[in-house]
């Protein structure tokens, strides 16, 4: 029997390949995911331990701020322990190490990089030192207040040469430097495609953090006794009570690897998860395939079970094929999956993340992992068709075949419609006050739901959508739209792909529809003011807190005040609190504070918390809160008025004040403007702009525009998803494809009676489009729908967060019917072409 | 070179003229050759017929005779080696496949065995199929009196799967008149249906025929089918090698008997 199956596979090689793409599509995905996340990790692995190759040991703060998001802030030391560590014996050269935000602004005024996409942009110490990472390739190392060195790579972006001035931004301001020094990295110009500005350690101390005051210390040995002993003999020699601890230089290797990989472990898991949608969807394709075949392949297998063949035979007959289809398929995809990942290096190489290169890493368990996955989702889609395929009776290789049916209707409209009704149930209870985490449920049984019924809806919504081009393109609609409707099994399985993509990018339309509409209620309520300028660096550096003040001396700005963030530890947990200035704020931001609170009373440890946070943690006016600061400073923190309104201010607010005396970097990420009445608009506009342009960093925007930009960052996240559809509408075409393949062979004498009666090939070309078409159209009309219930679905699960908006995404129900429709037609384009070379002859006699 | 440079027959003869003004369709001098050499089969061999307007011919001869392949290079379906096929005056060789898909679907009408309908399409489409295809309405009074005469009346809106085998028949019946083509072509109509059924088929092509001036040719294997045509003529070997008018059953039997001999 295992013959038998494997001279039918090889014997029909077409339908080997055209079942393998599916396979291949899903499996090029995962493997290609796999290997660029295992390239990406491994070339950050050698870049640090290229970078820290020298480095015997490292002195820093005990003293972390770890929040949530994976970022982290550690207290600085001081500069003087430098001189102390290079004091202990074994200890060959020791060098100051600082890093922070800063950004060098280009000669035409712009900053160099994108703010808050691109890579970080920094602002380091650099140093003589062999303990020093930095090396010069062009000019000195700078010195004193005036000088600056750049890396490489942006010295070249910004067409910089030594003797030129350049401007820098940083906590303190915007200043000029002369550009002195042009440096490496260990052996890259620019690592991970960040920018870099470099000054002496001084310099770097009072720019970038507080005089004195740096990250840690660099630790070169002499090599005359061990990384451990080194770290001891130095650990021994600090001061001791000031937290200070000493590292080797694999640890610190270790940790920056991990660090690194653990930021860049969200895109993979990210690239993960469309990686198995995509093995999802694509496992509907080749479920449909392997039907298909099933029943074209009815009157031979019945020919076997009437000459003796078991069914179980018969069945794994047809699950050896599945195997073979499955081992190629995977195989294939994963050659693809190594080529789709030299593609995306590529492209990060083309959009300036400049990596050292160090080849493609593919891993045993890559090439496991895709081939296992492969065959596993390949043999689970063929187990249905292969049962039954094993239930065909001997005596139908008598009948005509591939006569397929819905199956027992009432079965089916039970199975599918109880998960149906129980999702809409749970929703119901969840709409009525039920636990928010049963939407999950309600989602899945919906989607099962669905899924079960596309049988017994694919006729009805053929003949529905069909009936437009029935109308307008005569016989050939007429027969599309039949053709379309006449095998629902099969028209509702090739449409489950088109289904599943467009369900999930309508629900993400409609959820960013609703966050947009939120969000502009929300700017529209609680800004007053009339100009803003704004940073899009993201928690990561911004706007001089000195830029609010300047703004202010203005004439026509009547009020002017910075907005911030910064991370306190609360409760063990570093917290992101807004931080405001609560001499200015009143009158531009609303934050809705209740019971007579006032904001221009916050007192310098005084906080205001929103209201959930006050009932969560039961806090009221008077209760302290004990927190420490970024830098270590320990405060109690009292709370002084609760607020309404946090969807901008978050759980915590504080006084700018808090941060005076201390060593945390501030920066505004906003600064917020009211005019003076009767001032003309445009004319301080341009007085502002004047002020952003010598700042060298931040947007000037109305408060119109500024509430546009807010809402458009949602469109980010659509970007993402629009990336996920596009996969999704490969596989959806391929399945397409594959399935007008399979239907034009098994139509071939009815084509061949058309033709033979008179229609001629662009008639038979049309007919093959416009059930492509209406089938491509079942697919998005059915997904929008549920894209449609899934998103209310989620909108819903949102609720605590503020989000009670619902907007249907219109606009977007109408792209996607139109990208639809074009799907159907390319789709159709190869089947079609096969379907006017069907030899009419041949066709007419088989009959 | 054609391989019939090698036959004697019709080297030196000048190409032979056009068929007459009263021909539905003819060949002349028609070849079709598999193969090249040795090798080569003819599957017709230099056959040259007139098929006359108004006129029920039946092809008859064993299989592999030619007969199959005589009728489809007549109706356009596949193309001779040598020699000219003619419909409605029009020699075929001149046509592109457009040109010829035209000409099936308005000149000429087809019955096949099996097979014959679209079963996506109500029984009233499939009969006006080749007017529908070339987005013409027919005449409707004509169709109307095909479908009476076929008895299809209360059939119209029924799928082919929802008819029996001889209702089926009629249906291609009724289509292969619909577009008043030039000519019909019917391939062994009969062949699937018991003998009432087969009856009725017949009749109603004979009465195409006589009532109607409709021109048939139809090749089959069934000396009581051929009895129905005006003519019958005996295939072999690619050649056509007999002719019979005004037939019956008997006389066919026994000519197909002394043929065998």
Known sequence: MFRIALKGVLARKGRLILTSIAVVLGTAFLSGTSVFTATLNRTFDNLFSDVFKNVNAYVRSTEVVDTDFGFQERQRIETSLVDVVAEVPGVDAAAANLQAFARIVGKDGKPLGNEGNGPPTFGSSVVDSKADIWQMSQGRFPEGMNEVALDEASAEAGKFVLGDTVKVITAVGSQEFTLVGIANYGDVRSPGGATFALWDVDTASSLLAKPGL???????????????????????????????????????????????????????????????????????????????????????????????????????????????????????????????????????????????????????????????????????????????????????????????????????????????????????????????????????????????????????????????????????????????????????????????????????????ASIQAEIRGVFGEQFTGDFTISSEAQGFGGLSPSLALDVAKIDGVKQATGIGQSVVEVEGKGRFITVINPKTVEGIFDIGLLDDAKVTSLSKSGVLVSEKTAERDNLTNGSTIPAKLSDGTQVDLVVEGVYANDQLAGRYTVSSELFEGTTVSRFDFGVYILKTEGTDSAALRSDLQKLVDSYGSGTLLSKDEYIDKQAAQVNQLLGLIYGLLFLSIIIAIVGIIITLLLSVYERQREIGLLRAVGMTRGQVRSTVRWESVITSLIGAVTGILLGFVLGYVVILSLRDQGITKFELPISSAVTILIVAFVVGVLAAAYPARRATKVDVLAALNTM | ??????????????????????????????????????????????????????????????????????????????????????????????????????????????????????????????????????????????????????HLRDRLTHRPSELSGGQQQRVAVARALASRPSIIFADEPTGNLDSTTGTEILTFMRRAVTDLGQTIVMVTHDPVAAAYADRILFLADGKVVDEMREPTAAKVLDHLKSLGN
């Not at chain 1, 099933?294 to 699950?319: D, H, K, Y």
């Not at chain 1, 409209?413 to 809409?424: M, N």
């Not at chain 2, 004697?8 to 002349?28: C, E």
């Not at chain 2, 087809?110 to 679209?118: D, E, R, Y």
Request: charged share 15%; with cysteine; hydrophobic share 50%.
């Open chain 2, 1 to 150: 070179m054609s391989p019939l440079d090698n036959q004697t027959s019709s080297t030196t003869l000048p190409p032979p003229p056009p068929p007459g003004s009263n021909a539905a369709a003819a060949v002349v001098g028609a070849s079709k050759v598999y193969g090249s050499g040795d090798s080569a089969v003819y599957a017709l061999n230099d056959v040259s017929v007139e098929f006359r307007k108004g006129e029920f011919t039946a092809i008859m001869g064993p299989s592999g005779s030619g007969k199959s392949t005589l009728m489809h290079c007549i109706a356009g379906l596949d193309e001779l080696t040598s020699g000219d096929a003619y419909v409605d005056g029009v020699n075929l060789a001149k046509l592109n496949d457009k040109d010829l898909t035209v000409l099936r679907r308005t000149k000429i009408g087809f019955i096949f065995q099996a097979f014959n309908l679209v079963p996506t399409l109500t029984a009233e489409e499939n009969i006006k199929l080749p007017l529908l295809l070339g987005n013409e309405d027919g005449d409707a009074e004509w169709i109307a009196r095909i479908i009476e005469t076929v």
């Open chain 1, 214 to 512: 740096i990250d840690a210390v660099i630790v070169v040995g002499d090599g005359t006794m061990t990384d451990e002993e080194l770290t001891a003999q130095i650990q021994a020699a600090l001061p001791t009570g000031k937290n200070l601890e000493t590292i080797t230089g694999a640890q610190i290797t270790k940790e920056t690897q991990d660090d690194i990989k653990t930021a860049l472990s969200f895109f993979g898991i990210l690239l993960t998860i469309f990686a198995f949608i995509g093995l999802g969807v694509g496992s509907f394709v080749i479920y449909n395939v392997f039907s298909i075949s099933a029943a074209q392949r009815q009157r031979e297998n019945a020919l076997l079970r009437a000459i003796g063949a078991s069914r179980r035979q018969v069945t794994l007959s047809m699950l050896m094929e599945a195997l073979a289809v499955g081992l190629v398929g995977s195989v294939l995809g994963l050659l693809g999956g190594i080529g789709l990942s030299a593609g995306l290096t590529a492209l990060l190489k083309a959009i300036g993340v400049d990596l050292p290169s160090s080849g493609l890493v593919v891993g045993t368990n890559t090439i496991v992992q895709t081939i296992i996955i492969g065959l596993i989702v390949t043999v689970v889609s063929a187990l249905l068709p292969a049962f039954r395929a094993g239930r065909v009776p001997p005596l139908a290789a008598m009948r005509d075949t591939a006569l397929d049916t819905a199956g027992k209707l009432r079965v089916r409209l039970v199975l599918g419609g109880t998960p149906l009704l129980g999702g809409v149930a749970l929703i119901g209870a969840v709409i009525g006050g039920a636990r928010t985490e049963l939407l999950g449920l309600a989602i899945l049984f919906i989607f099962i739901g669905a899924l079960t019924l596309g049988p017994l809806v694919a006729r009805p919504v053929a003949l529905t959508l069909g009936r437009p081009i029935a109308s307008l393109r005569g016989v050939t609609g007429r027969m599309a739209r039949q053709n379309a409707a006449r095998n629902p099994k099969r028209t509702s399985r090739t449409a489950a792909p088109v289904l599943i993509g467009v369900a999930l990018v309508t629900a993400v339309t409609a959820l960013a």
